[in-house]
Nanobody, 125 residues
């Protein structure tokens, strides 16, 4: 069983920055694939970014350059640095872990075994 706890969300003005954190339980964290997804009201959950156990990263095209995913295996934590935030980035952001097998498609929610409870990010114009 893996528990994921997100933090770092909040209210920020357009153009501002936030750093989300996701703390994971489990001794094998360094071997997990980790992802960030988001869900805006009335919309489906969408892929934001992911990082493999090796450190290779993936981003949804429209966010690359503004968002950066990273991990600290010593702290069992994955981060999402979000810069130049826009009102359309407003959503609940979820952390996800692929603990049993490496996803064939990191952008697919079905590749992940565990999810956090989500953290709200609100960007005001």
């Amino acid at each position: 069983q893996v528990q994921l706890v997100e933090s770092g969300g909040g209210l920020v003005q357009a153009g501002g920055s936030l750093r989300l954190s996701c703390a994971a339980s489990g001794r094998a964290f360094s071997r997990y694939g980790m992802g960030w997804f988001r869900q805006a009201p009335g919309k489906e959950r969408e892929f934001v970014a992911a990082i493999r156990w090796s450190g290779v990263t993936y981003y949804t095209g429209s966010l690359k350059g503004r968002f950066t995913i990273s991990r600290d295996n010593a702290k069992n934590t994955v981060y999402l640095q979000m810069n130049s935030l826009k009102p359309e980035d407003t959503a609940v952001y979820y952390c996800a872990a692929a603990s049993r097998r490496e996803p064939t498609d990191y952008s697919d929610t079905r590749g992940y075994d565990y999810w956090g409870q989500g953290t709200q990010v609100t960007v005001s114009s």
